[in-house]
């Protein structure tokens, strides 16, 4: 059974802060993706990655697939309160199932 | 061009009943998947439909089971409610199945007393 394990589950940091989330598994995956998910609503694709060692930015926002396709890291510098959410990532092995994390639950404090 | 959407928003069944669930995907797409949340957790992929067929399948027992129609809308049906079905029933549509960006809808919250 495919696992994805994201660390930490909680986080609560002050405005201003940087931090990082890991999204971790023993198997290959061809893609992974990143969402975010705000109460009430559906995860909103933030980024898919699909190469090892592949890095990607959105704004703020810093993603890498690591070079043999089992885990990922989002980065996220200087946070806002707008950054509060869900954070899950998710991995297809090539079978369009994806497979998500248990997300990870970011509160950006003013 | 519309997003996903799903209906009913909210939905309270008794243990045992029979529940349907539907979804609109989005404009152009042909792909639709499903997915049980429960609190606290990631979603979990339910099935896929792929030009009115199921493409895949995820550890679901067969009480749940869809369809698609010729316009890709979708349904999800679940018979013989559990009240560990309570959870948050998402749908995702794409271009196709092997497209990398899939587009969420709000959700059904359905909740099994």
């Known amino acids: 059974t495919q696992l994805l394990e994201q660390s930490p589950q909680f986080l609560s940091i002050q405005e201003g802060e940087n931090l990082t989330v890991y999204c971790n598994s023993s198997?290959?995956?061809?893609?992974l993706q990143w969402y975010r998910q705000e109460p009430g609503e559906g995860p909103v694709l933030l980024v898919t990655?699909?190469?090892?060692?592949e890095v990607k930015k959105l704004k703020r926002l810093t993603f890498q697939f690591g070079d043999a396709r089992k885990d990922s890291s989002l980065h996220i510098t200087a946070a806002q309160p707008g950054d509060t959410g869900l954070y899950l990532c998710?991995?297809?092995?090539?079978?369009?199932?994806?497979?998500f994390g248990t997300g990870t639950r970011l509160k950006v404090l003013a | 061009e519309t997003g996903v959407t799903q209906s009913p928003t909210h939905l309270i069944k008794t243990r045992g009943q029979q529940v349907t669930l539907r979804c609109s995907s989005q404009?152009?797409?042909?792909?639709v998947s499903w997915y049980q949340q429960a609190l606290g957790q990631g979603p979990q992929f339910i099935f896929q439909?792929?030009?009115?067929?199921?493409?895949g399948r995820g550890n679901f027992p067969p009480r749940f089971s869809g369809l698609q129609f010729p316009n890709y809308s979708s349904e999800l049906n679940v018979n013989a409610l559990e009240l560990d079905d309570s959870a948050l029933y998402l749908c995702?549509?794409?271009?196709?199945?092997?497209?990398?960006?899939?587009?969420f809808g709000p959700g059904t919250r359905l909740t099994v007393t």
């Open positions: 995702a549509s794409s271009l196709e199945p092997a497209s990398y960006e899939q587009y």
């Open positions: 198997s290959v995956f061809s893609s």
């Open positions: 990655v699909v190469t090892g060692g």
């Open positions: 998710a991995g297809d092995s090539g079978t369009y199932k994806y497979i």
């Open positions: 404009s152009g797409h042909n792909t």
């Open positions: 439909y792929y030009r009115e067929e199921e493409n």
